[in-house]
């Protein structure tokens, strides 16, 4: 059983939270969330509302933002410590990180580190305290830095390195020349360095493949979800950057450039050879043309269509896009579309210009 305490906390991590009040010897052994609190949880409310449910239920140590703390102690029956911290969100996914994260496919498979059916060439490098999964393919020059864990059947091409403390889960392939930073994940089912959808055609209409000689570089921090595809670039390189965030069916074609510190939602789809800059944040089911450039701080709602270059920081939405405030009155207008003609029609056979 883990067992959390305060001290272990603030001494971890003494500028994301500080001790408010409570009792100091609690320990937690549980994650848990404020709306099904566990007894000796580890708790993080942000909702006053939820804050009775969590002392009834016995929550041991309470995290709560600066302004529900004194809420919070006027509420606390005496055993449960309070801490609060000014980015509760970032606390509740370091914490929990640090001291719940589950363990299954992290640790070795069986008494080796690297299973007897794994097939690791013999030019590949592996740390010694690299772990790899059954039936992993690793082909030749790879190199895989400390810490790492390869899952079942996932298959590393060759020429690809990996860097430190990644997770890269079962059924994943990597094509190669790949290059993978520190504390990367990658979730099963999903492709990295592929070839890229690009072809010449000739006068008869035949089509034939263009070879890709670019790489696929994801930048330290880089976590990347299920059913994701990743294509390498024809000559120059595909870059995730560093800290960006990918959600479940993603497609990225050739030559994408992503920024730092992106938040990219489920069924994203751009085209090739665009380029999205800094802390951007793309909502589900969005699209982008190729050849296009995003700046930095863009923020664009969900099932909207990228068509063109964005030059100015801000939040968008629709097709065309529009400033987001326009595209949530357009969409709240467009149920009542029908009606609305509907009334048009009524007035202009009223005044005779439509019979």
Excluded at 105 to 126: K, V
Excluded at 308 to 337: E, R
Aim: charged content about 20%.
């Amino acid at each position: 059983m883990v067992t959390v305490n305060i001290d272990t906390i603030l001494n971890k991590f003494p500028l994301l939270v500080t001790w408010h009040s409570g009792d100091k010897s609690a320990t937690a052994h549980t994650p848990c969330s404020s709306t099904n609190p566990a007894q000796n949880g580890l708790c993080f409310c942000q909702d006053k509302q939820d804050l009775g449910n969590c002392f009834s239920q016995g929550v041991s140590i309470l995290v709560v933002p600066k302004s529900l703390g004194d809420c919070a102690k006027a509420l606390n029956p005496g055993g449960s410590a309070i801490l609060i911290s000014d980015e509760l969100q970032a606390a509740m996914a370091k914490l929990n990180t640090e001291y719940f994260l589950p363990q299954w496919g992290r640790t070795p498979f069986g008494e080796d580190r690297i299973h007897p059916s794994a097939n690791i060439h013999p030019s590949a490098r592996l740390h010694e305290s690299v772990v790899v999964y059954p039936n992993a393919v690793i082909g030749p020059d790879v190199i895989i830095a400390e810490q790492t864990v390869i899952g079942a059947n996932t298959t590393l091409e060759g020429n690809i390195t990996v860097g430190k403390r990644c997770f890269i889960k079962s059924n994943v392939f990597i094509g190669h020349s790949v290059q993978i930073g520190d504390d990367c994940r990658i979730e099963p089912q999903t492709s990295i360095g592929t070839d890229g959808y690009g072809y010449g055609s000739d006068k008869n209409g035949q089509h034939f493949a263009k070879p890709h000689f670019g790489k696929v570089i994801l930048e330290d921090r880089v976590e990347i979800g299920c059913g994701v595809y990743i294509d390498r670039g024809t000559f120059d390189d595909t870059i995730i950057g560093e800290g960006s965030k990918i959600d479940n069916h993603c497609h990225f074609a050739h030559n994408t450039i992503i920024g730092k510190n992106c938040l990219i939602l489920a069924g994203f789809i751009v085209g090739g050879s665009s380029t999205f800059g800094d802390n951007c944040v793309f909502a589900g089911r969005v699209g982008a043309n190729g050849h296009i450039s995003v700046c930095d701080g863009v923020t664009i709602g969900p099932v909207s269509v990228i068509s063109k270059n964005i030059t100015k920081p801000g939040k968008y939405g629709g097709f065309p896009l529009v400033p987001y405030k326009d595209f949530i009155k357009n969409q709240a207008s467009s149920a009542s579309l029908y009606d609305m003609r509907q009334s048009v029609n009524k007035i202009l056979r009223k005044i005779g210009i439509k019979k």
